[in-house]
T-cell receptor
Framework: DGGITQSPKYLFRKEGQNVTLSCEQN?????MYWYRQDPGQGLRLIYY???????QKGDIAEGYSVSREKKESFPLTVTSAQKNPTAFYLC???????????????FGPGTRLTVL | KQEVTQIPAALSVPEGENLVLNCSFT??????LQWFRQDPGKGLTSLLL?????REQTSGRLNASLDKSSGRSTLYIAASQPGDSATYLC?????????????FGDGTTLTVKP
């Protein structure tokens, strides 16, 4: 089965704790992305990675960190510095982040993070 | 900065009706526009991708059009069914000045009543 997996599906965090969301893909895609979605809103880009060991900040990177040690994996850490982390987090991948008109993004099922 | 707007925010139609969802964007320097479907609590499923050089794409009962000069795209759904009920989002992939990033609209939530 090819695709993108995210775990866990639901995550609860106490204030002041760091948590890590997992994202794995077996599509052999170079580019991976993390988005945040708040109720009734579209997606906002947190971080993206075009290649292993390289990543760039998106529009709302403050309070988040990522790593890209393997092509298949792009974990997101929500740190205690993120003031309002309760949201739905979506991971995506695409063949190539470069300027391409045919570059389709494929999404995982999401992780819902709630701060208690 | 690219801004993407989807109107209306919600739409309710009877089964069998044809309908149009709208997406507008402010910067016409784009590489592509993608339409997605999202069911409650789920990830996004890609429906159609239109490259900047194309005017429309079709898949089954879905037809998406793109008019770059006016900054508009439409998603046409023919003979709507209750199973089409979902939120539909459009995303515009920006040009080099936007680092090739995608900007999403807030979505249109469609309800098709039996």
């Amino acid at each position: 089965d090819g695709g993108i997996t995210q775990s866990p599906k639901y995550l609860f965090r106490k204030e002041g704790q760091n948590v890590t969301l997992s994202c794995e893909q077996n599509l052999n895609h170079d580019a991976m992305y993390w988005y945040r979605q708040d109720p009734g809103q579209g997606l906002r880009l947190i971080y993206y990675s075009q290649i292993v060991n390289d990543f760039q900040k998106g529009d709302i990177a403050e309070g988040y960190s990522v790593s890209r040690e393997k092509k298949e994996s792009f974990p997101l850490t929500v740190t205690s510095a993120q003031k309002n982390p309760t949201a739905f987090y979506l991971c995506a991948s695409s063949i190539d982040h470069k300027a391409s008109g045919t570059d389709t993004q494929y999404f995982g099922p999401g992780t819902r993070l709630t701060v208690l | 900065k690219q801004e993407v707007t989807q109107i209306p925010a919600a739409l309710s139609v009877p089964e069998g009706e044809n309908l149009v969802l709208n997406c507008s964007f402010t910067d016409s320097a784009i590489y592509n526009l993608q339409w997605f479907r999202q069911d409650p609590g789920k990830g996004l499923t890609s429906l159609l991708l239109i490259q900047s050089s194309q005017r429309e794409q079709t898949s089954g009962r879905l037809n998406a059009s793109l008019d770059k000069s006016s900054g508009r795209s439409t998603l046409y759904i023919a003979a709507s069914q209750p199973g089409d009920s979902a939120t539909y989002l459009c995303a515009v992939k920006g040009s080099v000045t936007n680092a090739g990033k995608s900007t999403f609209g807030d979505g249109t939530t469609l309800t098709v009543k039996p």
